[in-house]
């Protein structure tokens, strides 16, 4: 089984093995509707009741296998013991308080659950408009308890809705940073939910401790996904604020330059590497520069390759070569 646990620009989760099975789209109507595994599992959480829970091992048995990978490294998620574990686990009271408060911001009557079905489906469709192939997962929401954003399987994507709740939520104030919180929105969920599958059908080809092969693949996604949603800008998908994307902009140069300079392109360090894909801000660039430049980059790079040789987004994703679609981007901010 594969499984990708992603916090995204940020934890993935990709397990394979399960089987590919229905689409997330509806047959008619290709609008994609939301499994809501979480509140199944709250309901026995909060009642410790064997009806439930023989309910809850009926409908959601892979989200279950899923979430004991994700949560205690187990398999076997057909035990007295597992279950033992789970109700513990988010009986915590914190955590379920956190759990009770995710599932009342998006319950099924709420304002905040239909804009994300929405996008889901429109972000979908479009990826079937570039990817003709790409399968469409069955979508679901879990609580993870503030820890990966989004689980991939085989036929599954969810999204573990406690980090999606809004960047003033009081808790969050606790465990984050402000330049964390600020991802931490209704309006990325889908954004990286779409991220997260594209990475599942199209693993990270390259050496993950040199950064031309880094940016370019991550600037790959990035741009895929401009195409897919609604206002799906690269400033929005990154979550900058204005004056965070205009210092991207005025001093593209600038970083090109001391990247080149510094000779760090190449470099195979992943410390060095690792620095430019950090959500915190770039002060080892300048103290003014934002978090996640390495994504900015890498962004500007495929952008420019993709006007040059007017490929496809199949053939771009396709051409592991980072140094290819560099020499062909033209690419000299």
Known sequence: MKLLWLSLFTAVFTFCGCGRKSLGLMDDSNNIHINRFDSALFRWIDSDDAIILKELKEEYPQMLEILGKALFQTSNSDTSVFFDYLINYYSEPTLKSLYR????????????????EK????????????FPSMPVPAIYMHVSGLR?????ADSLLSCSIDKYMGSDYPLY???????????????RIVKDGLGAWIKSE???P???NVLLDRMIYEGKIIYILTLTGYDCSYQNIMSLTDSEYKWC???????????IERKHLYTPDIVTTSKYFQ????VFISEDAPGNIGYFTGYRIVERYMKQTKSTCEELIKNNDAQDILQKSKYKP
């Open 101 to 116: 408060d995710a599932i009342t911001f998006y319950s099924a009557d709420s304002s905040a659950i239909k804009p994300v």
């Open 119 to 130: 996008e889901f489906s429109y972000g979908f469709i479009q990826l079937k408009k570039l």
């Open 148 to 152: 990966q954003n989004m689980i991939v």
């Open 173 to 187: 104030e606790d465990f984050f940073y402000d330049f964390q919180r600020k991802s931490m929105t209704p309006e």
């Open 202 to 204: 199209y693993p990270y």
């Open 206 to 208: 390259g050496k993950e």
């Open 249 to 259: 902009l005025n001093y593209e140069s600038e970083l090109w330059k001391t990247l």
């Open 279 to 282: 959500p915190s801000p770039s």
